[in-house]
Nanobody
């Protein structure tokens, strides 16, 4: 089992940048595919970026070219660097860890607000 804690959210102006971090505790971080999802008010949660155990990366089209996911297995941490932020990026951002497609864990979320 892994516990996930996100940090780094906040208020930022359009065009600005933020870096989210997700620290994992527990065992076997390297065995987890890690991802970031977000949920805007009134909308479903959507996965926006994922980095697998072998380093394969995928992005939702809406964030491609603006967001970068990375992981540091030595620190049990996954990051989401967000740039060129838009008001429509406003959401609660969640970290996800998935092991073998069988076990999936979520963090508590961190709020990102993009507003002038």
């Amino acid at each position: 089992q892994v516990q996930l804690v996100e940090s780094g959210g906040g208020l930022v102006q359009p065009g600005g940048s933020l870096r989210l971090s997700c620290a994992a505790s527990g065992s076997g971080f390297v065995l987890y595919d890690m991802g970031w999802a977000r949920q805007a008010p009134g909308k479903q949660r959507e996965l926006i970026a994922q980095i697998t155990t072998d380093g394969t990366i995928n992005y939702r089209d809406s964030v491609k070219g603006r967001f970068t996911i990375s992981r540091d297995n030595a620190k049990n941490t996954v990051y989401l660097q967000m740039s060129s932020l838009k008001p429509e990026d406003t959401a609660v951002y969640y970290c996800n860890g998935d092991k073998y497609g069988l076990w999936s864990y979520w963090g508590q979320g961190t709020q990102v607000t993009v507003s002038p």
